[in-house]
């Protein structure tokens, strides 16, 4: 999509749509609304005197200004209760409005930037959340269909009209941004949208290539030989089960610059969860197609983190393979050795997250970063504690700080387990150092505190556990029913915000 950003009075445009908001229980519009409004001969006080419109947040009403001035249509968007008005409902009601443009067919827009006028939000901050807020809110999974049952293309151009010309600046670095990270987002919801026989390890690691070669990251693929020579025995495990050969995909911002500061991204790859010969039930299924969405999140993150060009030498690191059962798979019981040197009893070969993500930690002392986050659909404990308003975090508190910060700004929100002691007391075993499986009192935890031990010693890091955030069952403003994208806009938020 086009985005543009014009000095200019909205009802003076000639476009297709022009797009104008208003608050719940407003009467006398002022502003944009008041000024189309006056144009309009009154039009949109008839409409809320009628109770046609009340104003409530994602409510959307179409006016025809029939000459009155150049615009074809008006489409008015209501913001909610003014004591409610956030960032997030900017982001829902450009989503909404863009869905509706769609509806119309319109696919050009001319739209106020929503929350800078009385709604007091940054002009930077508002219009961040209206790109993103339309690109999320249009996006469709769309690639393997040849039939297209909805015909209606999508918008092609998005134009910021803004009368003040000192707010120009900050609209267009805001519109740039949000472009940015709401394109990474929707190619991490392309990576999890895609079924497991097209998103293989291989597949995945070539579009990682690809982006990467197109926003100007270092790109290399680890390949199963040298795994094997380094040892990461709990990775490899994970893979006997048959399917394409395990990869590494390993990205690089400012790679070889010492002088910044390191965070490496770790994000679980299993391209398909089958569970292995501790088989899964066959009912959803084939939701285990997004069980890479953690490794989608940090390949989108860090190529929005390249394209914004942050002063931080940043790392991706997606470790992928399927698990599958077969005669040479893992089975429960069998003792692996990670790369770290513990060996690893294999309690249920449906816990493969952690054992790939465990030699990834490790291999990310490499880097001699000065923080780890990994991202993860790792346990259903997750999904049955939180649901999917938010995702888990655990680990140090300093990163959880930094997380919820930027969670709570982007909507991407995480809340907080403990790692007491005590939940390690779960992970014993007779017959090797480590058992990687609890029981399911606390199964989110012990799965992070498993995870803890093998995180490089005095790193701190962070784990996300996003089970219940990987796909959407049914459709939100910005977040269409399947990918969703969770994470990248998480992760590029708390990279934004490092320095400060
Ligand atoms: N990928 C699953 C976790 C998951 C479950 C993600 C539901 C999304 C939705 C993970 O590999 C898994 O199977 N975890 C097991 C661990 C158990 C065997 C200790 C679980 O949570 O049941
Ligand atoms: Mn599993
Ligand atoms: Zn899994």
């Not at 299924?285 to 490794?295: N, V």
């Given at each position: ?96 409005v863009a869905r509706k443009a769609r509806d119309l067919g319109v696919t050009q827009l001319h739209t106020v930037v929503h929350g800078t006028g ?108 040298e795994m094997e020579s380094l040892g990461m025995g709990a990775l490899l495990s994970v893979n006997l089960g048959g399917g394409e050969p395990a ?52 390949i989108g993150a860090i190529g929005a983190v390249a394209q914004l060009d942050l002063p931080l030498h940043v790392v991706a690191l997606a470790p ?181």
């Amino acid at each position: 999509m086009q985005i543009q950003t014009i000095v200019g009075k909205i009802q003076e445009q000639e476009t297709q749509a022009l797009v104008l908001n208003l608050f719940e229980g407003v009467t006398e519009p002022a502003g944009a609304t008041g000024a189309v409004d006056a144009a309009l001969g009154g039009a949109i006080r008839a409409l809320i005197a009628a109770g046609d419109f009340r104003g409530k947040r994602n409510e959307v009403a179409v006016l025809y200004p029939v000459g009155k001035f150049p615009a074809r249509r008006v489409l008015l968007v209501g913001l909610g209760k003014a004591e409610k008005f956030s960032v997030e409902a900017v982001r829902q009601v450009a989503a909404t409005v863009a869905r509706k443009a769609r509806d119309l067919g319109v696919t050009q827009l001319h739209t106020v930037v929503h929350g800078t006028g009385i709604g007091d939000i940054e002009a930077e901050v508002a219009a961040q959340a209206v790109v993103e807020g339309t690109i999320l809110g249009l996006y469709r999974y769309q690639e393997l269909k040849t039939q297209l049952d909805d015909v209606r293309l999508d918008p092609e151009t998005l134009v910021l009209v803004e009368l003040d010309p000192a707010k120009i600046d900050a609209i267009k670095a805001g519109a740039r941004a949000g472009q940015i990270i709401a394109e990474a987002t929707c190619l991490a919801r392309n990576l999890v949208n895609r079924p497991a026989n097209i998103a293989t390890p291989s597949r995945i690691a070539e579009t990682a290539q690809v982006m990467a070669d197109v926003v100007g990251l270092q790109c290399r693929i680890m390949e199963k030989p040298e795994m094997e020579s380094l040892g990461m025995g709990a990775l490899l495990s994970v893979n006997l089960g048959g399917g394409e050969p395990a990869k590494m995909v390993i990205l690089e911002h400012n790679a070889g610059r010492e002088d910044l500061p390191t965070v490496v991204l770790v994000g679980k790859g299993i391209t398909f969860d089958s569970g292995g010969i501790s088989i899964k039930p066959a009912q959803d299924m084939w939701k285990m197609k997004d069980d890479m969405a953690g490794a989608a999140a940090v390949i989108g993150a860090i190529g929005a983190v390249a394209q914004l060009d942050l002063p931080l030498h940043v790392v991706a690191l997606a470790p992928l393979t399927e698990n599958m059962p077969d005669a040479w798979a893992s089975k429960p019981g069998d003792v692996v050795k990670s790369l770290k040197g513990l060996t690893v009893e294999i309690h249920s070969t449906d816990a493969e997250g952690r054992m790939v993500l465990i030699d990834t930690l490790t291999y990310a002392a490499q880097f001699k970063p000065e923080a780890i986050m990994d991202i993860a659909t790792l346990t259903g404990a997750q999904a049955v504690a939180l649901g999917s308003p938010a995702a888990a975090v655990m680990g140090d508190e300093g990163l959880i700080v930094r997380l919820r910060a930027a969670g709570n700004a982007t909507y991407d929100r995480v809340w907080p387990l403990p790692l007491f002691e005590e939940y390690g007391e779960q992970l014993k075993t007779d017959v090797a150092d480590v058992r990687h499986v609890g029981s399911r009192m606390g199964g989110s935890i012990t799965a992070g505190f498993f995870l803890s031990k093998f995180v490089p010693d005095g790193v701190p890091w962070v784990h996300i556990d996003m089970a219940a955030q990987g796909i959407a069952d049914e459709d939100r403003p910005y977040i269409p029913r399947g990918g969703t994208g969770y994470g990248v806009r998480l992760l590029v938020e708390t990279l934004r915000r490092w320095n400060d």
